[in-house]
Protein backbone atom coordinates (compact mmCIF):
# COMPACT_ATOMS: atom_id res chain seq x y z
CA UNK A 1 0.00 0.00 0.00
CA UNK A 2 1.08 3.63 -0.26
CA UNK A 3 1.71 5.88 2.72
CA UNK A 4 2.00 9.39 2.49
CA UNK A 5 4.81 10.31 4.97
CA UNK A 6 3.82 13.00 7.60
CA UNK A 7 6.49 13.19 10.09
CA UNK A 8 10.29 11.17 10.79
CA UNK A 9 8.81 9.34 13.54
CA UNK A 10 6.27 7.94 11.19
CA UNK A 11 9.12 6.70 9.03
CA UNK A 12 10.76 5.13 11.44
CA UNK A 13 7.36 3.44 12.94
CA UNK A 14 6.94 2.20 9.42
CA UNK A 15 10.48 0.81 9.07
CA UNK A 16 9.65 -1.77 12.15
CA UNK A 17 6.57 -2.50 11.15
CA UNK A 18 7.94 -3.63 7.36
CA UNK A 19 9.86 -2.65 4.53
CA UNK A 20 9.46 0.37 2.84
CA UNK A 21 9.83 -0.74 -0.77
CA UNK A 22 9.76 2.21 -3.31
CA UNK A 23 9.93 5.92 -2.65
CA UNK A 24 7.98 7.47 -5.62
CA UNK A 25 10.12 10.78 -5.60
CA UNK A 26 12.28 12.05 -8.33
CA UNK A 27 14.98 11.91 -5.66
CA UNK A 28 18.02 9.05 -5.76
CA UNK A 29 18.11 8.93 -1.98
CA UNK A 30 17.64 5.91 0.13
CA UNK A 31 16.17 8.01 3.07
CA UNK A 32 12.09 9.63 2.82
CA UNK A 33 11.52 12.72 3.92
CA UNK A 34 7.81 13.93 4.67
CA UNK A 35 5.61 14.47 2.20
CA UNK A 36 6.79 11.38 0.34
CA UNK A 37 4.39 8.84 -1.13
CA UNK A 38 6.47 5.66 -0.04
CA UNK A 39 5.29 1.72 -0.94
CA UNK A 40 5.00 0.05 2.28
CA UNK A 41 4.91 -3.58 2.95
CA UNK A 42 4.21 -5.23 6.21
CA UNK A 43 7.14 -7.88 7.30
CA UNK A 44 5.78 -10.95 8.40
CA UNK A 45 7.15 -11.63 11.06
CA UNK A 46 7.69 -15.47 12.54
CA UNK A 47 6.47 -16.36 15.72
CA UNK A 48 8.69 -18.87 16.38
CA UNK A 49 12.33 -18.13 17.87
CA UNK A 50 14.77 -18.03 14.91
CA UNK A 51 16.87 -21.10 14.76
CA UNK A 52 20.71 -21.15 15.88
CA UNK A 53 23.12 -22.77 13.80
CA UNK A 54 25.33 -23.51 16.76
CA UNK A 55 23.62 -25.56 19.04
CA UNK A 56 26.15 -27.64 20.42
Known amino acids: MF ?9 KKLNKKGI ?3 FT ?3 DVKIAVP ?5 FSPVE ?3 KPLKKW ?3
Do not use: Q
Not at 3 to 11: H, M
Not at 35 to 39: A, C, K, N, Q
Open 54 to 56: NNK
Open 25 to 27: VDR
Open 3 to 11: VLVNEKSEI
Open 45 to 47: RSK
Open 35 to 39: GDYIL
Open 20 to 22: LMH
